[in-house]
């Protein structure tokens, strides 16, 4: 007989990633263009790496205490956070240590959120996410991005207004989004704040993207904005701009006094990462960042010369997709990762568009489940995990997929 299936997993969705990279790993002498799996190809830090290898070794880093993080780690991630927000934090009492940045979400979550509570998030976002919500009892609540062809995503501020009700309880956001690469520009984020403290909102900022911009846009962390300092949790993580995503290190910096209990929440789940890789996380978070201050809203200045490299890359990257897919319906993203192709205008939705694209050589993923009824509209394109000359061609496959000329 089937045991009862618990009432929290429900509305859990797989991501389907995963499905996607095991076809492409069990097609022997197919070699695909891996778009589909948020890996990247540029190393991390040299001197993280090597203090890795070192940590193995050290007897120190075998251990589970403290249990909220190794004290130069939340000091490092501390200093990184009140650099880019302005605000003084204290790595004792303001942060703690997780097992990487879902994980620090899904804590922060289960310390903050009561079962029926919603949580606003942007549409689409990335299923993880979502999940997590989910899994704490939380109900999301989608705010759209929306783009016009070969423009940028923009939030609509209206609907987010429209999102506060007496249920709400927090907000959930990523600037730049994933998977979208939209950004909230500094009137989005007056909005948030404003909305956050005339309704009593937590915002749980997931900044794990926050410094891989393009065009020169600023960073804007707003728990420096006027009232937020007390109401906002930064949640950061060494996978994305420290490329360091085996490691799983991520970072919880807030106030004293939620702390606490999201303290509590993480020594009663994963407690921290392992030792050998903290220290190394310290070390990369560090050699991250430039050499000026940086104003209140923040600035590329917060990024050493080897980031810029990396952001630049990236940014190279992107604008090689945007070439190949030129006049085809995409939502330009502003940083991160990915960008998203809206493959309803050809009639088909993205699970069609990926099997096509799957004969075409290349490997996708639908955005099906990744925010409300329209994020099924989406096929996604990582080009972390790309370099720029295998780029190329890309558009002629996707036409191809597509049927059109």
């Known amino acids: ?19 996607m990279g095991s076809l492409a790993d069990a097609a022997s002498g197919q070699d695909y263009l891996r778009l589909e799996n948020l890996d990247v ?8 790496l090597v203090h890795s290898e070192q940590a193995v070794r050290q007897d120190e880093n075998n251990s589970y205490l403290p249990f909220t993080g190794q004290v130069h780690l939340r000091d490092i991630a501390a200093e990184h956070v009140s650099r880019l927000s302005g605000v003084q934090y204290d790595g004792q009492r303001n942060c703690t240590i997780s097992a990487g940045g879902l994980s620090g979400i899904l804590n922060v979550l289960l310390a903050t959120v009561e079962e029926g509570d919603e949580v ?14 989910l899994l704490a009892g939380g109900v999301p ?9 070969g423009g940028n995503w923009k939030l609509d501020q209206e609907a987010l207004k429209s999102a506060v009700t007496s249920k709400a309880t927090a907000m959930l956001l990523m600037s730049p989004s994933m998977p979208s690469g939209g950004y909230l520009d500094e009137q989005d984020w007056k909005l948030v704040s404003e909305l956050c403290i005339s309704n009593d909102l937590l915002l749980i900022n997931d900044t794990a993207m926050e410094r891989l911009l393009f065009d020169n846009r600023p960073v804007i962390n707003p728990a420096g904005l006027p009232g937020m300092a007390e109401r906002t949790i930064t949640v950061g993580s060494s996978a994305k701009e420290l490329r360091m995503i085996g490691w799983r290190v991520g970072w919880i910096v807030g106030p004293e006094d939620v702390m606490k209990d999201v303290a509590a929440v993480s020594m009663a789940n994963v ?13 990369a ?52 990762w990915s960008l998203l192709l809206r493959v309803s205008d050809f009639g088909i939705d993205g699970n069609e568009a990926s099997k096509r694209l799957l004969k075409q050589g290349v490997c996708a993923t639908s955005m099906d489940g990744w925010g409300g009824a329209d994020a099924g509209k989406y096929i996604r394109f990582v080009f972390s995990n790309e370099p720029r000359d295998r780029l190329k061609g890309l558009g ?8 059109i000329s």
């Open 1 to 19: 007989m089937p045991r009862h299936r618990p009432r929290r997993l429900d509305y859990i969705q797989g991501i389907g990633v995963d499905k």
């Open 41 to 48: 190809d540029i190393p991390p830090d040299p001197e993280a």
């Open 120 to 133: 606003i998030m942007t549409d689409p976002t990335y299923r993880g996410l979502i999940n997590r919500v």
């Open 141 to 149: 609540r989608y705010v759209p991005f929306t783009f016009q062809p």
């Open 271 to 283: 407690v921290v990462p392992v030792g050998i890789a903290q220290e190394a996380v310290a070390i």
């Open 285 to 336: 978070l560090e050699l991250s960042w430039g050499t000026k201050s940086i104003s209140k809203l923040g600035s590329n200045s917060s990024m050493s010369e080897s980031m810029v490299e990396y952001v630049a890359e990236l940014q190279a990257r992107r604008d090689v997709i945007i070439s190949e897919l030129s006049e085809l319906p995409v939502g330009v993203p502003a940083g991160g």
């Open 396 to 403: 002629a496959k996707v036409r191809e997929a597509l049927d």
